[in-house]
């Protein structure tokens, strides 16, 4: 085959490398450490890196490379601030291409520690025409100017870069109003039986403290009294366990296992199935927006087994590995079919937007007829 014919084959396989890369669920770091790897890759290039400018203009906010091993990364020292030729290529949002960086004029403030770079090619990241960042290359191997194919190709990476970047902004922001708006369905659904339950207990409890009074003999005082307190003790269970949903003390006194414990004895009275806990946690506690978000998540997989799967056993299970924690919850019901679509319901989706907070990840295994399976793994680092 011919070297050229190679060669498109392998720049067309990197281009759909990064097009997938931008799509995926990996972190915005991760697509951008794949992208400045790309961009090295077709290009020959020794070193490259992409700068991401903050709202202010001043700062940078992120900074990748590839090619700068750590500790050469390190003896670089700071970040580059975006004077130099970081700054030109923001403030002047055009494509520059150099054959000696060291020696343009406008390369300022290289600190005395940064390897060499000679050849140099540096394209503005930007949506609608307003820069925020720059992917650079340096050091064309074996040795020479980039050439024009070379700035066609990273501006054509620079702006999936830029659509990354966006991206990431908009899901945050998705991610950000989807959790409250689960936030306020939860406070809305309580505050109605606070109103509801509570409110008529308490009613009924005035009712019955005037029958307490009218009473006209000392037995039918003690009779009506004797079902006011009975109200009571229903009542105080109704307000005790609407406390644990809003906020489960067992979580904050002791910890995510026996609020699971907890959690899965409560479905078992309620629900007449069989529930089954299992955790392999160790003796130190997690962070608490971990075990806040497991215990949620879990308490509304419960749920859903509850109303929706007619199962008869469901099993829990938790798994502390190094790096990461694992939650399988899977039960033996109707199963159901995920491809369905979000329906009106906010279960689902509020896992999810927990688990998007956490960088974390949830399969959900169902059809229907088979039982529903669902996996969480959470990082812990
Ligand atoms: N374990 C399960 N077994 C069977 N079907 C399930 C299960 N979990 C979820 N589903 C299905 O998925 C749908 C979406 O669940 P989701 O929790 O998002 O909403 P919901 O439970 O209907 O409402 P909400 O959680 O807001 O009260 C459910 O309506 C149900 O059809
Ligand atoms: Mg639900």
Not at 230 to 251: G, I, K, M, Y
Request: proline residues 4%.
């Amino acid at each position: 085959m011919l070297n050229a014919e190679v060669d498109a084959r392998t720049t067309r396989r990197a281009l759909v490398e990064a097009g997938i890369a931008i799509t995926s669920e990996l972190s915005l770091d991760a697509v951008l450490q794949k992208l400045v790897r790309i961009a090295a890759e077709l290009t020959d290039a020794r070193y490259s890196a992409l700068g991401v400018i903050d709202r202010s203009g001043l700062e940078l906010e992120r900074f990748v490379t590839h090619g700068l091993d750590d500790a050469t990364r390190a003896r670089i020292g700071d970040l580059p601030r975006g004077k130099g030729i970081l700054g030109v290529l923001i403030a002047d949002a055009r494509p520059m291409r150099l054959d000696d960086l060291m020696t343009d004029p406008r390369a300022v403030g290289f600190p005395p520690n940064h390897p060499p770079m000679n050849s140099f090619l540096g394209v503005p990241v930007m949506t609608r025409g307003v820069a925020f960042g720059n992917l650079y290359l340096a050091e064309k191997q074996p040795s020479g100017p980039f050439s024009e194919e070379d700035e066609e190709l990273v501006i054509l990476l620079a702006s999936q870069a830029a659509v990354a970047i966006e991206n990431a902004g908009s899901v945050q922001r998705d991610a950000l109003r989807r959790a409250v708006q689960a936030q306020e369905a939860e406070r809305r659904r309580l505050a109605r039986e606070l109103h509801d339950e509570t409110g008529q207990a308490l009613t009924s409890m005035l009712l019955g403290l005037a029958a307490v009074e009218r009473a006209e003999t000392a037995d039918d005082a003690r009779a009506a009294a004797g079902e006011l307190r009975e109200l009571v003790v229903l009542t105080l269970q109704n307000v005790r366990r609407l406390a644990v949903e809003l906020r489960p003390s067992a979580l904050d006194d002791f910890g995510l296992e026996p609020a699971l414990r907890r959690l899965g004895q409560t479905v078992k009275e309620s629900g007449a199935l069989d529930v089954q806990v299992e955790t392999r946690l160790g003796s130190e506690r997690l962070l608490p927006e971990v075990e806040t978000a497991v215990y949620r998540i879990v308490q509304e997989a419960l749920t859903n087994v509850v109303k929706h799967a007619s199962a008869e056993r469901v099993s829990i299970v938790v798994t502390r590995m190094p790096e990461k924690l694992i939650v399988i919850v899977e039960d033996d019901g109707s199963g159901f079919d995920p491809d369905a679509g979000p329906g009106e319901g906010l279960g689902l989706l509020g896992m999810r937007e927990r688990v998007q907070l956490l960088d974390g990840s949830l399969t959900i295994d169902a059809s229907l007829g088979s039982g529903t399976m669902l996996a969480l793994e959470l990082p812990l680092s």
